[in-house]
Nanobody, 126 residues
Framework: QVQLLESGGGLVQAGGSLRLSCAAS????????MAWFRQAPGKERDFVAA????????DYSDSVKGRFTISRDNAKNTVYLQMNSLKPEDTAVYYC???????????????????WGQGTQVTVSS
């Protein structure tokens, strides 16, 4: 069992940057695949980025590739999402997710992740 707590959201102007953090408590998150999803008002929850455990391979949605970077610090049980060149369309609630069954791989399917944080709001003004 692992609990996830996101932080780092806020209001930023277009072109700015934010870094989201996802702190895991309980069982060590170093053996979990970790991911970020986001949900804008009235829209479905969408995949943003993921990082596997074991080999630390990463995956990004096309909409954020080249602007966002996912990373993990296993010593701190924390996963980060560095978001640069933010756009108004990046406005959403960002959720951290974890799964302990995927080994050396990730998934873009939210239903493959068994643990979720409560979300953190990111608002990008134009």
């Amino acid at each position: 069992q692992v609990q996830l707590l996101e932080s780092g959201g806020g209001l930023v102007q277009a072109g700015g940057s934010l870094r989201l953090s996802c702190a895991a408590s309980g069982r060590s998150s170093s053996s979990y695949a970790m991911a970020w999803f986001r949900q804008a008002p009235g829209k479905e929850r969408d995949f943003v980025a993921a990082i596997s455990w074991g080999v630390d391979s990463t995956d990004y949605s096309d909409s954020v590739k080249g602007r966002f970077t996912i990373s993990r610090d296993n010593a701190k049980n924390t996963v980060y999402l560095q978001m640069n060149s933010l756009k108004p369309e990046d406005t959403a609630v960002y959720y951290c997710a974890a799964d302990r069954f995927m080994v050396a791989r990730t998934s873009r399917n939210q239903y493959n992740y068994g643990y979720w944080g409560q979300g953190t709001q990111v608002t990008v003004s134009s």
